[in-house]
């Protein structure tokens, strides 16, 4: 399926035929389909489990690579907003030829994992990348480790702070492959921070979600009128 939309559980009928309206062709996965089938992937790993089960978040780790029918993966959250065509980020889909596949990430204001790095090195072996954001990227389905993961969940900073043990386990799953940062174009918004002039992507974080809906939506829609007028 060229577009995957994953439900976290907020979905209700009326939203999911909606989505199915406006996104044609897309495969919607509800959280009670993806709970079923996930608890028999996870049967044997139940840290893993049990992680899913207490983190929304959780699910752009192990849905996202479990229903991928296509060897690369990419990943948007829902909360940003493309102003201009993302070329760097669709290059990243096509690499010339002999260069090696690389995972893309954007770069977050600042370091938001779960665990302090140096925590992080001790149990892993693996340097975290500085400033990841998840929000966007391209990721590959075979970077799916259980074992890995297994064992990271069970650090007590993850539970600590599971809001971002998703973007943790992407960094240290991209550090593996090997990883390039999209650049300052695509921006992660600091909270109340206005401003699109120059940007490709926005993404709304945290406490700048409602601009989203007072900066960009009303942004997009006036773009979208004037092309329609030419």
């Given at each position: ?209 409602r601009l989203f809906f007072v900066e960009a939506v009303p942004h997009l829609r ?9």
């Amino acid at each position: 399926d060229p577009l995957c939309i994953h439900d976290d559980g907020s979905l209700d009928e009326t939203c999911i035929r909606q989505l199915g309206t406006l996104f044609s062709g897309a495969r919607i996965i509800t959280r009670a389909e993806s709970d079923r089938d996930l608890g028999h992937y996870l049967k044997n790993h139940p840290h893993c489990w049990r992680y899913r089960q207490g983190s929304k978040l959780s699910l752009k780790v192990f849905d996202f690579c479990y229903y991928a029918r296509a060897p690369r993966i990419a990943i948007m959250d829902s909360d940003q907003a493309f102003f201009a065509r993302p070329d760097d980020y669709l290059r990243a889909f096509d690499p010339p030829v002999g260069q090696p596949e690389r995972v893309v990430f954007t770069q977050d204001f600042q370091n938001a994992y779960a665990a302090p790095r140096w925590r992080v090195k001790a149990s892993t072996g693996l340097d975290l990348p500085d400033r990841l954001n998840s929000g966007l990227g391209l990721v590959y389905r075979d970077m799916m480790d259980l074992e890995f993961i297994e064992r990271f969940v069970q650090l007590p900073e993850v539970w600590d702070k599971r809001m971002w043990a998703e973007q943790t386990l992407w960094a240290l799953l991209a550090v593996r492959r090997g990883l390039d940062a999209l650049g300052p174009a695509y921006h992660v918004a600091l909270p109340e921070e206005r401003g699109i002039d120059q940007l490709v992507m926005k993404h709304y974080v945290g406490r700048s979600h409602r601009l989203f809906f007072v900066e960009a939506v009303p942004h997009l829609r006036k773009r979208l009128n004037m092309d329609a007028k030419r």
